[in-house]
Nanobody
Framework: DVQLQASGGGLVQPGGSLRLSCVAS????????MSWARQAPGNGLERVSDISGGGQLARYADSVKGRFTVSRDNAKNTLYLEMNNLKPEDTAVYYC??????????????RGQGTLVTVSS
């Protein structure tokens, strides 16, 4: 079974930093693009970042560009999201998703349970 286990969320003050992790199992991790998405209360799911299977390519939503960095360690089957200069509008449940191929697209097929990030003073 494909499993995606996200962790690392918490309460942080504006301007602070957090690193999210997502441990994957049940498939060959390096063969698939991975993504982070978030859902704020009352909002739909927003794609935050994508990374190709080998980690060479990445893209970011305009709302997080320059503040968030996605990475992966294929030896550890783990996806990361480094979040800096956090803002209250970054408050959301963050999910990791598996893409359907090595290179990212709009298509994903699995989503893990989320981890809550709250940015507040």
């Amino acid at each position: 079974d494909v499993q995606l286990q996200a962790s690392g969320g918490g309460l942080v003050q504006p301007g602070g930093s957090l690193r999210l992790s997502c441990v994957a199992s049940g498939f060959t991790f390096s063969n698939y693009a991975m993504s982070w998405a978030r859902q704020a209360p009352g909002n739909g799911l927003e794609r935050v970042s994508d990374i190709s299977g080998g980690g060479q390519l990445a893209r970011y939503a305009d709302s997080v560009k320059g503040r968030f960095t996605v990475s992966r360690d294929n030896a550890k089957n783990t996806l990361y999201l480094e979040m800096n200069n956090l803002k209250p509008e970054d408050t959301a449940v963050y999910y990791c998703l598996r893409g359907r191929a090595y290179y990212y697209s709009t298509l994903t097929d699995y989503r893990g349970q989320g981890t809550l990030v709250t940015v507040s003073s």
